[in-house]
């Protein structure tokens, strides 16, 4: 099956921070990819800008070992890399001086789409913000990219979203949550907006309850500065866990349309509960054989900073009254496996005699790795024992069920990057819905603070601390297994 490519209007991309860890791991890359795939228009330029002193040739070098390194295997793309690299360029410029403006305006071409993507750290986002609008680089339609974190609290990201506001309008900025560019985070409201067989039972008649688990098997090592100033909770719950939440929780939107969207999922956010604190599981790995301990990663002795958080969540809708769903996210767990499962209601009244477990029905949406869909249902045991029922996986694999379309499922930055080119800003986050995150998540952080809660050791491995099962058994439930790569 050939995908679909939707061609893009010619365009002028400029990075900020364009000799950057995020540029050289993901910007740089995913664009290649887009160009491999014919969606770049011949015309299209990507301009690199940091304080660096390169010229195009420096930039182009730089960008090549970045694709080698983290993209596609280059060695197969030789000449296509070549035609790449022509699209690159560079300009050294002072964020916070004047040096470079000058120049960055004359390589702007008109008639063109203009993208802006701050690739550098939220300090840096009010200085461009003015050099792009003092200089007159700024066009009325041109477009903002901004990276997470935005902000720490809701204080930071109201002044982000206040300094963004002076120079563009709303519909100028696009907030990534790369989350939202996963395959299977749209795939997610396929299914649920797609089908006839779901929508009904997407409510607290059907469903018991729903979990959402994004685990890695990864540490801290080389962020530990920024992670022990974030932990799990500012890191991963109030942007990634939240926009998963969001999707599954919200009310069907009239259209897949930015607007729509986004209001629905700022309905689940303003309905989320104060969460209790003894509903809130954090943890922290110790080292184990030559895996140092998150404290030492981190750099920090005496850190009190979660790397590990579980936690139960209510919205207070008509729809999810009763329903709690169970979040959890860590590092150095026992694999990297990320998943959204919807547990039904157990059956009311089983008409088998012999049948005395009790059956049910669960989604599960695997974000990462092996993504796909699989639906647990229950079947009769195969042989003459009588009337014996066992829950098996209606297994919707992608990479299996999909042939051929593997190989294509594009990186979240990919889609994303081609969207603001696009216009569409259906799957980045706006202003307001990330401010009412903040508002919920604030005072949990708060709370721990003011009662100076001290995070569980976990050991490295394995499925995190002991109180996280103790959340759900509480509850009579349990978690699912964390398997993956
Ligand atoms: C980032 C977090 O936003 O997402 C990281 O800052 C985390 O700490 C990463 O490792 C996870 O992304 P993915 O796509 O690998 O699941």
């Known amino acids: 099956m050939p995908t679909r490519v939707i061609p893009v209007d010619p365009f002028d991309l400029v990075i900020f921070g364009g000799t950057g860890d995020l540029a050289r791991r993901k910007i740089l890359p995913a664009l290649f990819v887009r160009y491999l795939a014919c969606q770049l228009p011949a015309d299209a330029r990507i301009i690199g800008a940091a304080r660096a002193d390169l010229d195009d040739t420096g930039f182009r070098a730089l960008a090549a070992e970045a694709i080698a390194e983290f993209g596609c295997e280059t060695s197969r793309h030789g000449r296509d890399l070549k035609g790449f690299l022509e699209t690159l360029h560079y300009v050294s410029v002072d964020a916070r001086g004047e040096g470079g403006w000058p120049e960055l305006k004359a390589m702007m071409r008109d008639g063109v789409i203009r993208a802006f993507y701050f690739s550098v750290g939220p300090a840096l986002f009010g200085d461009l913000a003015e050099r792009l609008h003092a200089h007159g680089i700024a066009d009325r339609g041109c477009r903002l990219v901004v990276e997470k974190p935005f902000g720490r609290d809701l204080e930071s990201a109201r002044e982000l979203n206040a300094t963004l506001a002076q120079h563009f309008d709303e519909a100028q900025i696009y907030r990534i949550d790369h989350y939202l560019g996963k395959e299977t985070v749209q795939n997610l409201m396929a299914v649920r907006f797609g089908n006839v067989l779901f929508e009904p039972l997407w409510n607290n008649h059907y469903v018991d309850h729903i979990q959402i688990t994004v685990a890695e098997t990864v540490g801290v090592a080389g962020r530990g500065e920024y992670y022990d100033r974030a932990g799990a909770m500012r890191d991963m719950v109030q942007n990634h866990l939240m926009q998963l939440l969001c999707l599954i929780a919200m009310e069907p939107p009239n259209m897949f349309e930015a607007g ?200 490295s491995g394995s499925n995190g601390p002991e109180d996280s099962q103790m959340l759900l058994h509480r509850d009579g439930r349990r978690w699912r297994e964390i398997k993956g790569e």
Request: a negative charge; charged letters at 30%.
């Open 260 to 459: 729509a969207v986004r209001d629905e999922k700022l309905k689940v956010i303003r309905a989320l509960q104060p969460v209790d604190p003894h509903q809130i599981v954090r943890g922290q790995y110790d080292p184990r054989d030559d895996i140092p301990g998150y404290r030492e990663e981190a750099g920090n002795p005496r850190s009190h900073t979660e790397s590990f958080i579980a936690l139960k969540v209510h919205i207070d809708n008509w729809r999810w009254a009763g329903v709690p769903f169970y979040l959890r996210t860590g590092k150095r767990l026992k694999a990297r496996s990320s998943e959204i499962a919807v547990v039904f209601n157990e059956l009311g009244h089983s008409i088998f005699e012999e049948d005395v477990e009790p059956h049910r029905n669960i989604l599960s949406i695997r974000l990462q790795p092996n993504e796909g869909i699989d639906l647990q249902v229950t079947i009769k045991e195969p042989g003459p024992g009588g009337m014996r029922l066992i829950d098996l996986p209606l297994d919707m694999t992608f990479a299996d069920a999909l042939d051929g379309h593997d190989e294509d499922v594009a990186d979240a930055y990919e889609r994303l990057i081609m969207d603001v080119i696009r216009g569409n800003q259906t799957l980045f986050m706006r202003g307001d819905e990330v401010e009412a995150a903040w508002a919920w998540t604030d005072p949990i952080i708060a709370g721990w603070r003011g009662r100076n809660d001290v995070p569980k050791h976990y050991e």
